[in-house]
């Protein structure tokens, strides 16, 4: 597995000839080194719908012709902007070609602001992806909190 920062929340990770990027907040980030056009992934995954999480997931999506994966209130608004979605609750879990993604409590707020309103963006979550023969856990911006050591 192999894991690239680019800057925030935002991850890109490949392994098994598969590649996802988690919570792709790009444009407007001075730390991503890496515009949205640059990236060429399978999925796209949301921890939450937070602006510096959300960021450039539908110009990726639409880009790769790839999913966005996230809780399922906010892969509803992502369905609305025209890409694929799967939404996901906590606990449930997803079998893709080459990659798995499960979702974990998180504890944090959700909603997308938008200039004529907050979109709510479902319960925040942590992210396991196992990929290429390993696990990664992303917590997105949970609190600390005591199932992280079972995690």
């Given at each position: 597995m192999k894991i690239t920062y680019l800057g925030h929340s935002a991850?890109?990770?490949?392994?098994?000839?598969?590649?996802?990027?988690?919570?792709?907040?790009?444009?407007?980030?001075?730390?991503?080194?890496v515009k949205p056009a640059?990236?060429?992934?399978?999925a796209?995954?949301?921890t939450h719908a937070h602006n510096d999480h959300f960021g450039d997931?539908?110009?990726?999506?639409?880009?790769?012709d790839c999913p966005v994966v996230a809780p399922v209130e906010l892969a509803n608004y992502c369905t609305e902007q025209g890409v694929k979605t799967v939404g996901?609750?906590?606990?449930?879990?997803?079998?893709?070609d080459g990659f798995k993604v499960k979702?974990?409590?998180?504890?944090?707020?959700?909603?997308?602001?938008?200039?004529?309103?907050?979109?709510?963006?479902?319960e925040p979550a942590g992210i396991l992806l196992t990929l290429g023969g390993k696990t990664l856990y992303h917590?997105?911006?949970?609190?600390?909190?005591?199932d992280m050591k079972i995690i």
């Open positions: 991850l890109l990770v490949e392994g098994g000839g598969k590649s996802v990027i988690i919570d792709p907040f790009l444009t407007g980030n001075p730390n991503s080194g640059d990236i060429k992934v399978d796209v995954l949301l997931t539908i110009g990726i999506a639409k880009a790769n996901m609750n906590i606990g449930g879990s997803h079998q893709f979702y974990t409590l998180a504890f944090h707020s959700s909603s997308l602001t938008l200039e004529d309103r907050i979109v709510y963006g479902g917590a997105g911006d949970t609190a600390l909190f005591g």
